[in-house]
DNA sequence: TTGTGGATTTTGTGATCACAAAATAATCAA
DNA sequence: TTGATTATTTTGTGATCACAAAATCCACAA
């Protein structure tokens, strides 16, 4: 039972557990991280039995995980207890976009005085190993490395209240992105990631807020135009 | 066991559960209030089973609901398991500053269209009750009626995503507005609710953002010169 | 073939339990 | 009296169970 796969610390959760949670911490990140990385289908319900049993631990700690998830609206709970990935609608994704556009230029000028030029070093690598994976169309990957490569910038900075909260979005909107993913392939995306970087190098302030609001516009314009067409 | 006390939508929860989950609503709902209305002090710790005593059901509900709030960021998880409600820094207040002025004009103009000549009158008898509640000095209702005047207001709007990322940082600044309360009193608290109301009987979206800024900038502020200076 | 009704299984919920870690209380030595 | 050390209690965690609601399956009739 007591596995000890510990990966990473996951973004909005606390620090690697001692001993403690370190069930719950362990199906936390396995079930965050395949959010994340679209592996949950919306409108799929998830049931608690199997997902323990995937995971191999009792539906205990599940139930606790699933329940935070839905408080952070990445799952929802449905009138008769079912939890689920949301589906998404028109309007939801608008107003994901508006959030997006509002919290996280804040947060990446948040975090600017903290950026060094390691740091930048560090996103130019992620960016091109993001180059990679839209060339081998591996969408699971891309989807990783382009969260990595955001919460790399936002999480320099001390934040404690905006970056829960870009958390959140991102578990929200996920799911919907690998499925149009899916269904319309990673070659034609084009990102802002360069921008970004030279305005980390710069240290300049307006530059990565363009950066940043222009490359969500730009990534959640495609899956605007091609993914909700049929919903 | 059915009390239909709704003093606001809770943020994820849905709908008042018809049987399947009530337990977990009524302790849902009980938490909630008693966080908005700063009935649990900044630091103390929360237990589970004391918890689940008071309101009279079994831990396990209990466990849920604080692994929801955990979730929230209205509650803080210990390394070491222990539940408190988390304490205000410096930071963290400029923080949730910086996101209601980010989050809740947006919001308001988002309802703005929503929002009728009624919706305004019943603002302006809500308005009346904070009046009287400052004169009585009776914080706790000052701070029921002051959430309730703000979300009659956002939650006229459709809104999925922002409305519950207002509403958790309500859940993390009430506790902290409530210590202060107790301490320099309420009977200087000047507000901006009467200009919000003409603005939305006006359906001037630039007069309500400005009202609802105004409101957020003016109410934080004397907490934060007779607040933070004590930590 | 297609509904329709009942039987069966699956599911979430709330409760209880055993256990280990942590916090608190009590004890004793200096 | 004060400090550390041990004993006791409290606490969160994970597992299991009983139960009711829900979903699924299946037989049967039109």
Chains 1, 2 share one sequence.
Do not use: C
């Amino acid at each position: 039972m007591g596995q000890e796969v510990r990966t990473s610390t996951p973004t909005g959760s606390s620090a690697p557990r001692s001993g403690r949670g370190a069930t719950r911490d362990q199906v936390d990140r396995a079930v965050r991280t395949a959010l994340l990385t679209g592996r949950f289908i919306p409108g799929k319900a998830v049931t608690l039995r199997g997902l323990a049993q995937d995971l191999g631990v009792s539906p205990m700690p599940v139930r606790e995980v699933l329940q935070r998830l839905a408080a952070e609206n990445a799952l929802i709970v449905r009138p008769n207890g079912r939890v689920q990935v949301p589906e998404m609608t028109a309007a939801r994704f608008d107003e994901i976009l508006k959030a997006r556009l509002l919290l996280e230029p804040e947060l990446a000028e948040m975090a600017l005085p903290y950026l060094t030029r390691r740091d930048a070093k560090s996103l130019e690598e992620i960016d091109l190993e993001i180059d990679a994976s839209i060339g081998t169309g591996d969408a699971e990957a891309y989807m990783r490395l382009n969260h990595l490569f955001h919460f790399r910038i936002y999480s320099a900075s001390p934040s404690e209240i905006l970056l829960p909260l870009a958390e959140s979005l991102w578990l929200q909107f996920a799911p919907f992105m690998r499925m149009v993913y899916g269904r319309v392939g990673t070659a034609n995306l084009i990102d802002w990631h360069k921008e970004a970087t030279k305005a980390i190098r710069d240290q300049d302030a307006a530059a990565l807020r363009m950066a940043i609001a222009s490359d969500i516009k730009e990534g959640m314009g495609i899956l605007g135009r091609d993914g909700l067409t049929s919903e």
